[in-house]
């Protein structure tokens, strides 16, 4: 048994066995009569019988229902620098984090349709406790993270997730995707926590941390969507934050959470594909002689790249108008745009709740911040 088996997504000789086991359930139904309208029940399950590797499934049963997300709940995907990556190299993207099953499922389709390979990608447990979407994931090349676990559990446990990423990369010859921080990004501020890069790093083979970190090839990735489909679904979590409440999840929040960004409105999306942090691994090296400043000047190169490759749309300047009461950005969209983003905010929150209503516009208005902040430090 592989020290991995516990977190693994499935090898292509065990999908057969595994698409059987959920050709019946209800939620496989619901999945497969959105994709596929036009065929009966029995048509597709017929095609799910003769299915018998991950990129089969994820390219004849997967894409097309993302084109029907997209066709739905989106006025276009768009991705950008794909095409200055190499089609036989793997490498490890690291993004943004705006929507659980959106964000790597948009990327996969655009590495899928620009020819380069499809990723292992990273997942919460906590968002797999249904069995059906843990099938579901593992047969999209999906590997486990545990949440939640006691101080000494998790550390074995980020061990196991760095030699699996380690494994799939430099032995699978398999890119990997996994998010900047842990958990979504919900404030619209993007930045890449440190602990992520520490876990990464628990694998290293080489002589330094940046050794390794350039050895795997790290692309940094911006995902960009003019509306957020959970931005509402956000809001009780900033407030509460900026209230200094905790906030405790309900009972369905994550489930309806993954409903709501895969079917929610989203307009226009944006990828782009950085190329490999190299020359600026190397800078890092010659000046910071301690390994966490390097490691700390890593995350600020990632975040320097999703922040500036961040596509800005008409919401983005809208919020950020609104919130300082100002016109400064009033050229990059039209009357209607602003229309549509004040009726969004008008149905989303109370209006009279000053506080839910500045986490809202901050939500969308701090990636123009986040723009602005670094082009004064250039």
């Given at each position: 048994?592989?020290?991995?088996e516990q977190?693994?997504p499935f090898?292509?000789t065990e999908v057969?066995?595994?698409?059987l086991?959920?050709?019946d359930?209800?939620m496989?139904k619901?999945?497969?009569?959105f ?10 399950k017929?095609?799910?019988r003769?299915t ?6 994820q390219i004849n ?11 739905k ?9 794909i095409d200055?990556l190499d089609q036989h ?6 993004s943004n ?12 389709y655009?590495?899928?349709k620009?020819?380069?390979m ?10 797999l406790?249904?069995?059906f979407?843990?099938?579901?994931s593992?047969?999209t090349r999906n590997?486990?993270?545990r949440?939640g676990?006691?101080a000494r559990?998790?550390l074995?446990?980020?061990?196991l ?5 380690r494994e ?8 990997v995707?996994i998010?900047q ?7 619209g ?9 520490k876990m990464l790093a628990m694998?290293s083979?080489e ?6 970190f350039?050895k795997?090839?790290?692309v940094p990735?911006s995902?960009s ?5 959970t ?8 407030i509460a934050?900026s209230?200094?409440?905790?906030y ?6 994550d489930f309806?959470?993954i409903?709501?960004g895969?079917l929610g409105?989203?307009k226009?999306i944006?990828?782009?594909v950085?190329k490999?942090?190299d020359r ?5 090296m010659e000046?910071?002689p ?8 890593l995350?600020n ?5 999703i ?13 950020y ?10 050229s990059?969209?039209?009357?209607n745009e602003k229309?549509a983003f004040?009726?969004r905010?008008q ?6 709740d000053?506080?839910a209503?500045?986490n ?14 670094l082009?004064?430090?250039k």
């Amino acid at each position: 048994m592989s020290k991995f088996e516990q977190i693994r997504p499935f090898y292509d000789t065990e999908v057969n066995q595994a698409l059987l086991g959920i050709l019946d359930d209800p939620m496989m139904k619901t999945v497969m009569n959105f994709t596929f309208p036009e065929l009966k029940d029995e048509e597709w399950k017929d095609q799910l019988r003769k299915t018998h590797s991950i990129r089969d499934f994820q390219i004849n049963f997967i894409y097309p229902a993302i084109e029907m997300v997209l066709k739905k709940s989106a006025e276009g995907l768009t991705y950008s620098g794909i095409d200055k990556l190499d089609q036989h190299t793997p490498y490890l993207f690291i993004s943004n984090h705006r929507d659980i099953v959106m964000d790597t499922s948009l990327l996969n389709y655009s590495l899928y349709k620009g020819g380069l390979m499809m990723t292992a990608s990273a997942i919460g447990d906590n968002l797999l406790r249904n069995p059906f979407l843990m099938t579901l994931s593992r047969l999209t090349r999906n590997f486990i993270v545990r949440r939640g676990l006691p101080a000494r559990e998790l550390l074995e446990s980020s061990k196991l997730m760095s030699e699996y990423i380690r494994e799939s990369l430099l032995k699978e010859n398999r890119s990997v995707w996994i998010a900047q921080r842990e958990g979504r990004t919900k404030d619209g501020n993007d930045a890449t926590q440190k602990g992520v890069l520490k876990m990464l790093a628990m694998a290293s083979d080489e002589k330094t941390e940046l050794d390794y970190f350039k050895k795997i090839k790290i692309v940094p990735v911006s995902i960009s969507y003019e509306y957020d489909p959970t931005d509402v679904l956000k809001m009780p979590e900033l407030i509460a934050k900026s209230k200094n409440e905790n906030y405790v999840k309900g009972k369905n929040e994550d489930f309806n959470t993954i409903m709501n960004g895969i079917l929610g409105q989203k307009k226009r999306i944006h990828i782009h594909v950085d190329k490999v942090l190299d020359r600026e691994i190397d800078e890092i090296m010659e000046r910071y002689p301690s390994v966490n400043k390097q490691v700390q000047a890593l995350c600020n190169a990632i975040d320097e790249k999703i922040i500036t490759h961040y596509k800005l749309w008409p919401t983005n300047y809208i919020a950020y108008d609104l919130f300082y009461q100002s016109n400064q950005y009033q050229s990059e969209y039209s009357e209607n745009e602003k229309e549509a983003f004040q009726k969004r905010l008008q149905q989303g929150v109370d209006v009279k709740d000053k506080v839910a209503v500045r986490n809202f516009l901050a939500m969308y208005a701090n990636p123009v911040i986040n723009q602005e902040a670094l082009k004064v430090e250039k």
